[in-house]
């Protein structure tokens, strides 16, 4: 499939600095306050574009769109429910009036004076209101290393591992955007085998790095996606902080899985990048022993090569780089994850999200977590201010940035920025 808005020879009359996520090839979608309540709109360079004065002035009246409320709404969720076809649309046009060729926007003083702000101007929010929210655990090396940890080096997966893409249903209230403080959560742990519980601040605060996407489809209760079919009910991804309080988990986990120590905050990048944008940065992914069932063949270049990077910010000093990885590591791809997630007849709705799982890759600077990065507090991690780091500190910034590039072009994701604030009393 040709897509005319990802030609990397396209210039826009909007500015975009050298190396920016956000060139004409982009357009993201998200929501932002510009002092008027939340809005709709897209991102190239440093300028954000309200497309709801957009959509005012007619720039989508062409478009086969019968309702345009879906520019004006809080959230993008209805906008996402358009579907893949709409979607395509949106995004073509918009890249036909950002392009340094059309003038149709760029004469149009009025328009431009309304829609089009600086980046500084306003307030990035929440894109979608998240509904339902999976977490998977789709990272081959992150499994291997926390199974070597925890359990049998020599048996490091799980019997189901390599069958079956492992998740859970998580707390999708305590879904945030970007810029979030997020205090250290309160539980119950077990620091001694040999001694009861007891009750406080988690002292093993972790980040995980991970990547999400947000469904457009819908689907009625007891039917299913099937693989082939599931990239046309995913409209994009984000950036995902999934916070951990490692302590808490140890002691909860057992039957159940995680609760309390996951259910307390997880943090994502604000701009939506959608699936056409990445498309030239498709590539194959991880042979799969032994073969999976029928439901779970996918044919093709499913996963996507995209650079992922985490800082740790102390409070009065410079981010320091942890860890490099690469979403193109994961063993279970999307369009696996989500024709498991509706094999028993689970329906989806669109903003729902559904997260990776730690993406961890082949080396120990590639580790997605700072359990990995500091094999259980046994390795600290030195900053460029000289401190250590087993885990987060109280203050500490954790800052995650994506992006896909080639010889041609760069697709971002911007920034999941997360502040770690002491316990409440």
């Not at 709109?41 to 954000?48: K, L, Q």
Request: charged share 20%.
């Amino acid at each position: 499939m040709t897509i005319k808005a990802n030609d990397p020879s396209l210039k826009s009359w909007i500015e975009v600095p050298t190396d920016s996520d956000f060139p004409i090839q982009n357009i993201p979608f998200g929501i932002v306050s510009f002092g008027e309540g939340p809005k709709p709109a897209t991102r190239i360079g440093n300028t954000v574009v309200d497309l709801s004065i957009l959509a005012d002035f007619g720039f989508f009246d062409e478009l086969d769109i019968k309702d345009l409320s879906v520019f004006y709404e809080p959230v993008l969720n209805d906008f996402i429910a358009l579907g893949k076809q709409a979607r395509i649309a949106i995004r073509e046009r918009l890249s036909e009036l950002f392009c340094e060729s059309c003038s149709e926007l760029k004469t149009n003083e009025e328009a431009c004076k309304l829609a089009l702000k600086s980046i500084d101007e306003v307030e990035v929010l929440m894109p979608v209101a998240v509904g339902d929210y999976t977490d998977f655990y789709s990272s081959i090396e992150h499994a291997t290393n926390v199974g070597i940890m925890f359990r049998d080096p020599d048996n490091a997966l799980l019997p189901n591992w390599r069958h079956l893409p492992v998740g859970y249903h998580g707390r999708s209230s305590s879904i945030v955007v970007s810029g979030a403080s997020i205090h250290r959560p309160k539980g119950q742990t077990k620091p001694n085998d040999e001694e009861p519980p007891v009750f406080g601040p988690s002292r093993l605060f972790d980040f995980e790095l991970e990547m999400a996407f947000i469904t457009s489809g819908q689907t009625s209760l007891g039917e299913s996606i099937s693989v082939d079919k599931a990239e046309d009910h995913i409209f994009g991804l984000v950036i995902f902080n999934d916070l951990s309080a490692r302590d808490i988990q140890k002691w909860e986990y057992v039957p159940l899985g995680p609760f309390l120590s996951k259910s307390f905050g997880s943090v994502i990048s604000p701009w939506v990048v959608t699936l056409e944008a990445l498309e030239p940065f498709r590539v194959e992914g991880p042979n799969q022993e032994p073969e999976v069932f029928p439901y779970l063949k996918a044919h093709g270049k499913r996963n996507f090569d995209i650079n992922l990077q985490v800082f740790i910010q102390p409070e009065k000093g410079e981010p320091s780089l942890v860890c490099r990885s690469n979403f193109k590591y994961m063993y279970w791809n999307m369009a696996q994850q989500l024709a498991h997630q509706t094999v028993n007849g689970c329906n989806i709705n669109p903003g729902d999200m559904y997260a990776s799982g730690t993406i961890s890759g082949p080396t120990p600077d590639s580790y997605g977590s700072m359990l990995e990065l500091s094999w259980r507090g046994t390795k600290p991690i030195t900053l460029q201010d000289g401190s250590q780091r087993k885990f987060i500190n109280d203050n500490d910034a954790i800052i995650m940035k994506g992006y896909a590039q080639n010889d041609k072009v760069r697709i971002g994701f911007g920034e999941s920025v997360t502040k770690v604030l002491p316990a409440n009393p």
